[in-house]
């Protein structure tokens, strides 16, 4: 946890109310891309995260959080929590971060990252405008940050939340295990399995050399 959020979980675990709206406003925007993955609803995923806050809120003025976790990974814990939870009351089918749901005869390994993805058919009026998928990284080109944003929201929820995570929220896969209580192996191999079908998607329009970088 970067020190400026040390000082500012000390001032609200002393009474500084105000003090929280530094963190809110900081995190608002990746918490939300976060739970809107999960939930798909602006309405609803908004309701959540407003919840995730007030739950951390509480945790951190009752001094509950005692710094054994990074903050991220404590934060993300309670947005990722919530969202699940959310996603219960409003529909009948369970939230699946778990298993993979294929029922083709011919399915071949992978197969289910490129399901219902056609980049020919992209719409910018789709996109979350403050979704930043590369925040470390150059972005190339408008174009690719739609395909990127497209492919993404396509994928599977098991696929799609961990690469939110991952380059949205910008947690390490150590984290993203631990959120997830999912083995370190699973999320490395989904995350590797993705970006390869990421890359064929890519090559498609871009150079190799292009996307080195990038990918």
Not at 123 to 137: A, H, S, V
Not at 139 to 155: D, R, T
Not at 156 to 183: A, G, K, R
Request: hydrophobic fraction near 35%.
């Amino acid at each position: 946890m970067q020190e400026k959020d040390i000082e500012i979980l000390r001032k609200v675990q002393s009474g500084d109310i105000q003090a929280f709206g530094e963190i809110v406003e900081k995190y608002k925007d990746r918490g939300f891309s976060l739970t809107l993955r999960i939930l798909k609803n602006h309405h609803e995923a908004e309701d959540s995260l407003q919840e995730a806050f007030l739950k951390l809120y509480r945790s951190v003025s009752e001094k509950r959080f005692e710094g054994k976790s990074s903050f991220s990974t404590y934060f993300y814990s309670i947005v990722y929590n919530t969202a699940v939870d959310h996603y219960r009351k409003f529909t009948s089918k369970r939230f699946n971060i778990t298993s993979i749901d294929v029922t083709d005869s011919n399915y071949r390994e992978g197969d289910e990252l490129l399901k219902c993805f056609d980049e020919t058919e992209i719409d910018g009026r789709l996109y979350i405008e403050d979704l930043n998928l590369n925040t470390e990284k150059n972005v190339l080109s408008a174009e690719i940050q739609k395909i990127v944003n497209k492919y993404i929201g396509a994928l599977p929820e098991h696929y799609s939340v961990i690469l939110t995570m991952f380059y949205v929220n910008e947690l390490s896969q150590n984290e993203i295990s631990e959120i997830l209580s999912l083995p370190l192996g699973t999320i490395k191999n989904r995350i590797f399995r993705a970006k390869e079908k990421l890359k064929e998607v890519l090559l498609r329009k871009y150079p190799t050399e292009e996307l080195l970088e990038y990918i």
